[in-house]
């Protein structure tokens, strides 16, 4: 029975969660793409980061699209950038 309860909950559960694939009355907005972002990304951890040479970017993706919604406020549509770095801690770790 608890079983049955637990497979009826999650299945409804998850039938209440999508990702916003299609929005009413036209298309998704998802801005200027960042021709710069190598540059964004490794001024944003530099501004992060306690001593400037404690970064290591091993790779940084191309960005992609990208949409987040916790489904009781509007949408956001923007892009996202996957970066492989290595970060060293205060600690010289």
């Known amino acids: 029975m608890k079983k049955t309860i637990l497979i009826i909950s999650l299945a409804t559960i998850a039938g209440c ?15 200027e793409y960042p021709k710069n972002f190598s540059e964004i ?11 400037l040479g404690s970064i290591r970017f ?14 009781l406020i509007q ?3 923007g892009y996202l950038v996957y970066t492989d770095l290595n970060f060293k801690t205060s600690g010289g770790e």
């Open 17 to 31: 969660a999508s990702t916003p694939l299609k929005q009413e009355g036209g298309s998704i907005e998802y801005g």
């Open 75 to 77: 949408a956001k549509h």
């Open 58 to 71: 091993n790779v940084i993706h191309i960005p992609r699209y990208f949409s987040i919604s916790d489904g």
């Open 41 to 51: 990304v490794k001024s944003h951890y530099q501004a992060i980061a306690k001593e």
